[in-house]
């Protein structure tokens, strides 16, 4: 995105921290995804992400997007930062993905294997979503984020506390990236930020890449994979612009 009359210098994504999910899925089975809270260290690591968060908003303005599930609330009430908050705003749209009502272990681990094989991006979880759902409510997100952006109002920090995959999908979105890309990707750990950060000819840059568990390049798409490149071998990778 080319950004060059936007007022933020910064857009800071948060993952919340440890919630009691993390520590123990069964909890799905019984406490419905939305209201399942952090664990102390879970409030621990996000009080320490406020000190670092701090110190990169340099004490100026944030306006802030929050999930609506009760461990992203969790995560910014403990982040310490509230004299710098100008502006709250609850946004369902960055949820988590949503896997299934209250779940069964079992079958969501059965579903899991078959979305490792399958593909992350597309598999749609019975009675929830797939990355690619996700991906377009995160794309109506984006589209009131750049209004919000463009008032002369508008504080020099944005602060977004989401889920890990609306974090890589919100990026994948926001770079244009290609599906097969984001299947590389991993989360960012509990409590772990990743920051665009604008340059001085308006567009913005990530400031850390998120971890990659293959190795896969920004431009490749589907027509670039073993299966098809065995089957097509004259084609070469190109760059997605």
Not at 31 to 49: H, K, M, N, S, W
Request: a negative charge.
């Amino acid at each position: 995105m080319d950004a060059s009359d936007a007022a933020p210098e910064r857009i800071v994504l948060l993952r919340h921290g440890e919630s009691e999910a993390n520590v123990d899925p069964s909890i799905y089975e019984r406490v419905p995804d939305y209201r399942i809270p952090l664990t102390a260290r879970g409030v621990d690591q996000a009080r320490e992400a406020g000190e670092r968060l701090r110190e990169q908003f340099g004490g100026r303005p944030v306006c802030v997007y929050v999930s609506p599930y009760l461990r992203a609330h969790q995560t910014l009430a403990a982040l310490g930062i509230d004299d710098l908050i100008e502006r709250r705003i609850e946004e369902p749209r960055l949820r988590e993905q949503d896997w299934a009502n209250y779940q069964d272990s079992r079958e969501i681990a059965r579903q899991t294997a078959l979305r490792d094989t399958y593909g992350h991006f597309f598999y749609r979880f019975a009675e929830g979503e797939s990355g690619a759902d996700v991906f377009d409510r995160v794309s109506t997100f984006l589209e009131t984020l750049y209004r919000h952006l463009s008032k002369p109002e508008y504080p020099p920090n944005t602060l977004v506390v989401t889920h890990g995959l609306t974090m890589r999908l919100f990026c994948m979105r926001w770079f244009h990236w290609s599906v097969e890309y984001f299947e590389s990707l991993e989360n960012p750990g509990n409590a772990q930020t990743r920051s665009l950060v604008r340059q001085p000819g308006g567009k913005f840059e990530l400031e850390q890449e998120f971890a990659q568990w293959r190795a896969t390049p920004q431009g490749q798409t589907i027509l670039h994979t073993t299966a098809t490149a065995t089957a097509i071998p004259s084609v070469a990778p190109s760059v997605i612009e």
